[in-house]
């Protein structure tokens, strides 16, 4: 009798349940990346969404942080122990999260961060952050004591073809004092009338806040 090979294409467990069961069973921790990969075919963003509900709502805590390369992960670990997999009900009357919204939600998670880093943290396949967006919010933040600069960027000293060479991107951390909570800060802009004569400002300032 001739045997045939077939061809069976098996799919890899996925959604809560699935994030929930490996999560337990790391008793020492986990990050998100680690629970990504344990999932074929899904996105990091979504199971960082998922991780982010959990914190929030207390299943999960963040207890340090491990190095993967040259990022940072944090290391979770499961606060409130049940079988079934806690879900997040989708609720009509909130509004999805603005980009800068998410980076300042991002930040307060996040142990210490790059602008590249953040903007890789706070997008989400809907709503990408870019890190140009990334990096003028941080500088915004730097300006008013926000953020703490844990090392400066540097510029490329020269290249070595289309390689820049020498240059380092800044890494920041959120001042405790700052963390005072899930709203973000917004960035404003003033416009009014001075009067160099008089030392003083005509009529009323309108005050607005930017556009991501």
């Given at each position: 009798m001739t045997r045939k090979p077939v061809h069976i294409e098996v799919a890899m467990p996925s959604g809560p349940a699935h994030y929930w069961r490996e999560m337990i069973a790391r008793p020492k921790g986990f990050t998100i990346r680690e629970i990504a990969l344990c999932a074929e075919g899904v996105a990091y963003t979504t199971v960082k969404r998922y991780v982010w509900f959990l914190e929030r709502q207390g299943y999960v805590v963040r207890i340090g942080a491990?190095?993967?390369?040259?990022?940072?992960?944090?290391?979770?670990?499961?606060?409130?122990?049940?079988?079934?997999?806690?879900?997040?009900?989708?609720?009509?009357?909130?509004?999805p999260l603005t980009a800068r919204e998410a980076m300042w939600n991002a930040m307060r998670a996040l142990e210490q961060f790059s602008a590249r880093e953040l903007a890789v943290s706070a997008s989400t396949e809907e709503r990408p952050v870019s890190q140009r967006s990334a990096n003028l919010y941080i500088q915004r933040l730097v300006a008013v004591g926000a953020l703490q600069v844990l090392e400066r960027p540097q510029r490329a000293l020269g290249k070595a073809g289309n390689t820049p060479l020498g240059a380092t991107a800044g890494r920041y951390r959120l001042v405790k004092s700052a963390n005072t909570g899930p709203l973000a800060p917004k960035l404003c802009v003033a416009g009014f009338v001075f009067d160099p004569n008089s030392n003083r400002v005509l009529g009323d300032a309108v005050v607005s806040e930017l556009r991501a």
């Open positions: 491990k190095r993967d390369g040259y990022a940072l992960q944090n290391l979770y670990t499961v606060k409130k122990r049940q079988t079934k997999a806690p879900i997040e009900r989708p609720n009509p009357q909130r509004a």
